[in-house]
């Protein structure tokens, strides 16, 4: 039997995949936003809804990075207020480990589980350095070899509160309203005790997701997580983390079934090939202006090179040694900036590349464009092939980005019977085929 393709849709956080500078784009914070691509994906029998969340607004040079999509309303609430014009599409939130408190992130999810009835997931990040920490209380107290092992103790302390109390079975006959449990955890991170304040939800533990990529991160998905939102979109690339992630859940003892591994991917439609090939090349000229590839440029050569022309050559001049990044609030995506510097320079200098045409080249993430056939082809390959289980799709319009795909390609994917035509359960963990 076929595999089942899983499919989300990403609402923007930051990043330049979403044009917000479109005349087509809508708000990016108003609540009829969020509704509107909610409802698109569960009119499409999507599995679950993604919202990202930052912590900071990035910097760059000192000044607020603007050209990113800058500027969120909170997580839980806007989740909170899906659940009421939502009946079946999950709704995933990205929450920060290092920062909130077990027991208080615990009751959040909880609550919003009750409030969907059984539809919410924990999307699990992690953040180290002062730059976050200037937000809250404790600054940045984490050094980045903690930050994954309070990760892993606020999952399993988050379980034992979940766990506390037996399902929600209140006896009118015998005045017992119900079995309130209750916890006492030590460990290096969190030492707490009590009675847990929400009631059994009925997913009994929401969906976990973890989205890091190093070896502790994928260490922690493989003993802890449901779901990894990956970043390996190629297909070869994609099969070579799926076989290195199912190695590790045999060694913690985990069901191969009991992993989901969905990588953001965008997409762009057209009539014909060549139709979506030419929309592509308009879109990525738009994720990428002339502004936007000198400050993507900057974060590889760590110093300001603001008086480079975007349609010229690449800096002469090697990329910054010091210690402190020209961007604050971004993961640190060149471990070795010279290395990177050097083979982008031999990229450039071998296609006669701009370093605005090369910034297109080498910031793009998978995007699967042609027809709805096509796409509906591909799409299909890759989770048939064992290079993911299924995609969080990153539309580049917020909030009508979704509607060709839900129109054109998912009756494809229907027709092929590899994904739903309606829903069978009522929670996620039923959608995702978890226990």
């Known amino acids: 039997m076929a ?16 044009v917000w500078s479109d005349p087509a784009a809508g708000s990016q914070i108003a609540f009829d936003s969020f509704v509107r691509l909610a409802q698109t994906a569960e009119r499409g029998k999507f599995d679950f809804f993604f919202l990202a969340e930052g912590l900071r607004l990035r910097e760059q040079r000192g000044l607020i990075h603007d050209l990113d999509v800058v500027g969120r309303p909170d997580t839980l609430t806007v989740l909170a207020g899906l659940a009421a014009v939502t009946t079946h599409l999950g709704l995933a939130g990205t929450l920060n480990a290092t920062f ?38 404790r600054g940045g107290f984490l050094d980045h070899s903690q930050r994954y092992e309070r990760a892993g103790e606020f999952i399993d302390t988050a379980r034992e509160l979940w766990d506390s109390w037996a399902d929600y079975a209140p006896d009118r006959d015998s005045g017992v309203f119900a079995d309130t449990g209750t916890f006492a955890h030590t460990g290096p991170q969190f030492t707490i005790e009590g009675r847990f304040g929400v009631p059994r939800s009925p997913q009994g533990h929401p ?8 070896d502790s991160g994928r260490e922690l998905a493989a003993a802890k997580a449901d779901a990894i939102f990956s970043r390996h979109h190629q297909l070869e690339d994609g099969r070579e983390f799926y076989r290195d992630v199912h190695a590790r859940l045999a060694r913690h003892g985990r069901d191969p079934n009991s ?4 990588p953001g991917v965008s997409f762009v439609l057209g009539e014909t090939e060549a139709d979506a090939q030419e929309r592509a090349h308009h879109i990525r000229r738009q994720q990428v202006s002339p ?8 974060q590889v050569w760590n110093r300001d090179l603001s008086s480079y022309d975007p349609d010229g050559p690449l800096p002469a001049e090697d990329p910054s040694g010091a210690d402190e990044t020209i961007i604050q609030g971004r993961a640190g995506q060149y471990p070795d900036r010279l290395a990177t510097a050097n083979e982008w320079r031999e990229r450039a200098e071998q296609k006669n590349l701009s370093i605005r045409d090369l910034i297109i080249e080498v910031t793009g993430r998978q995007s699967f464009i042609g027809t709805p056939a096509r796409v509906a082809e591909e799409l299909n390959t890759y989770v048939q092939t064992d290079a993911c ?3 969080i799709l990153v539309p580049h319009l917020t909030p009508g980005g979704l509607d060709d795909f839900v129109d054109t390609v998912v009756p494809l994917l229907q027709e092929r019977g590899v994904f739903r035509t309606e829903y069978k359960t009522t929670t996620l963990r039923g959608h995702l085929g978890l226990a």
């Open 207 to 214: 969906v976990i997701l973890q989205a890091g990529d190093s």
């Open 389 to 391: 289980d299924g995609f």
């Open 100 to 137: 909130h408190e077990a027991y208080e992130l615990a009751r959040q999810l909880a609550t919003l589980d009750h409030l969907s009835g059984g539809r919410a997931a924990w999307n699990v990040v992690t953040s180290s350095g002062p730059f976050f920490g200037e937000n809250f209380r």
């Open 3 to 18: 595999k089942q393709i899983i499919l989300a849709a990403h609402f923007p956080g930051v990043n330049n995949t979403t």
């Open 259 to 262: 992993l989901k591994i969905i």
């Open 291 to 298: 502004q936007t590839a000198i400050l993507l440029l900057e």
